[in-house]
């Protein structure tokens, strides 16, 4: 855990991000929301692509930091996914140095326009 003004974890995630491991992914960022932070940077450094279940998963882990999906089913449609537009879900997680085809796919998607996204972890570290 990191110490900024409030405390926040740093999830380094290695390799690609796809419908083989994005549950694994939403699981880790659910225990590192469970120790205590309540904050999250997500380090893409080490990231090289990432698939739509991928930017699924990401979304999700936003959910998760805005408490609204705590015990929420991994596939699920719950309408409460309309809550990841407001200010309440993104002021919680960072995105840190996603590699230029990771980089590529948050921005076709529009998801690098709703998250923070910076180029360090200690940038990323001081703006919460």
Do not use: C, W
Request: charged share 25%.
């Amino acid at each position: 855990m990191l110490q900024g003004k409030e405390p926040v974890s740093l999830m380094k995630i290695k390799g690609g991000i796809s419908a083989s491991n994005f549950v694994q992914v939403v699981r880790k960022a659910q225990e590192l929301y469970n120790n205590p932070a309540r904050n999250l940077i997500i380090d893409l450094s080490d990231v090289p692509e990432i698939t739509s279940a991928g930017l699924a998963g990401v979304h999700k882990i936003s959910l998760v930091y805005s408490g609204v999906a705590l015990e929420m089913d991994m596939e699920s449609d719950d309408p409460r996914l309309d809550d990841t537009h407001s200010n309440k879900a993104r002021k919680h997680v960072r995105l840190v140095n996603p590699q230029p085809e990771v980089d590529k796919t948050l921005e076709n998607s529009g998801l690098k326009f709703f998250f923070r996204v910076f180029p360090d972890v200690d940038s990323a570290l001081k703006s919460f």
